[in-house]
């Protein structure tokens, strides 16, 4: 945000805590600039797990700095504040002392829609979700413009495709490549190789289309990263792919004329239930019933039907659904 006027109230939110700690960190650098961090900072909070009462941040708000011409308070896990009380807060939102700053910093629960209203209207909000694909693509590719150094396209794709949902990773390597090479190094994927380290988590989704493709290795890769990085239990992975084969079967079989009802049958967005519709076509009846069943067997293995370990159970399942999920030879000429 450098270059741009500072704002009396900020409402920083996502759904990764790392990258909203990352966010605020950012935003306070900016907005106190070169004063001292201590003398202008105020957090306002409280003991975890409980509400932040309403009327210190209000106090904090409407005292004048001291010693400086700036006071920021920044109140944590903003969605403690009590909300009986916001309605004061949102007061002091829309009519700020001109030498005070609020931050507020999303987490502990759902912020008052009032306040977020505020904030909308009289300063900025700050959103850094990225549940969806698109939103992490997104802001990666800020982040990357943004960065210490300038990775080239191969490179940030691997980049992209080595974090997963691992976002707050970036900001460190990120760095550890500034100190290697130098600020405003173009980096290649040889350089950015040896400072990457574990995978990190994938989207459940990547599993399905991993095995919707039909390659075994490919689904088994994207499999360990969920179970090692992304931290699932097989008895989760099973139900994700228990849910992909069900929706799959709500649409076989049927009249299903278009996307759009496909969406309202399985209650999805259209896109999702586009490709659903079409693996389905393309499985049929008769394999769409086998992977049920394989993954029924599956469950009861992995929960001590045999003596195999539910991970081993799991990956023997994957490997099954992918082999089957392969367009046939003849079907390929």
């Known amino acids: 945000m450098s270059g741009t006027a500072i704002s009396s109230s900020y409402l920083v939110r996502g759904d990764d805590a790392s990258l909203v700690a990352q966010a605020t960190r950012a935003l306070l650098a900016e907005v106190v600039g070169d004063r001292d961090h201590s003398l202008v900072i105020e957090e306002v909070g409280g003991p975890p797990g409980e509400d932040i009462n309403v009327g210190a941040v209000v106090d904090a708000c409407l005292t004048p700095p001291f010693l400086i011409d700036l006071r920021v308070v920044v109140v944590r896990e903003a969605g403690r504040l009590l909300t009986a009380e916001v309605p004061r807060l949102v007061e002091v939102v829309a009519d700020p002392l ?18 977020v209203k505020a904030v909308k209207a009289a300063g900025r909000i700050i959103d850094v979700t990225t549940g969806k694909a698109g939103d992490r693509k997104a802001w990666l590719a800020q982040h990357l413009r943004s960065g210490p150094v300038k990775l080239e396209p191969k490179a ?18 990120l760095n550890a490549l500034s ?76 009249h299903v004329a278009s996307d759009l009802e496909a969406s309202e049958i399985l209650g999805t967005a259209p896109f999702v239930a ?12 008769a394999a769409i019933a086998h992977a049920i069943n394989l993954i029924a067997q599956a469950d009861v293995d992995a929960k001590g039907g045999t003596g195999l370990d539910p991970q081993l159970v799991v990956e023997i399942l994957v490997a099954r659904l992918s082999r089957q999920t392969r367009p046939r030879a003849d079907a390929r000429r």
Do not use: C
Not at 156 to 173: F, M, N, Q, S, T
Not at 274 to 285: A, T
């Open 98 to 115: 001109p030498t005070t700053v609020l931050v507020l910093v999303g987490g502990g629960g759902t912020i008052p829609a009032p306040l």
């Open 274 to 285: 586009k490709k659903v519709l079409e693996q389905s076509r393309r499985l049929g009846s």
């Open 156 to 173: 940030a794709d691997l980049l992209g495709r080595h974090v997963g949902e691992d976002l707050g990773r970036v900001e460190g390597l």
């Open 179 to 254: 100190a290697a090479y130098g600020e405003g190094a173009r980096i290649t994927v040889d350089d950015l190789a040896p400072y990457l380290g574990e995978a990190g988590g994938v989207p459940r989704y990547e599993l399905a289309n991993a095995i919707d493709s039909g390659q075994p290795a490919d689904a088994l890769a994207v499999l360990h990263r969920m179970l090692t990085s992304g931290g699932l239990v097989p008895i989760q992975v099973l139900a994700t792919l228990h849910i992909h084969f069900a929706n799959m079967l709500a649409l076989d079989g049927g």
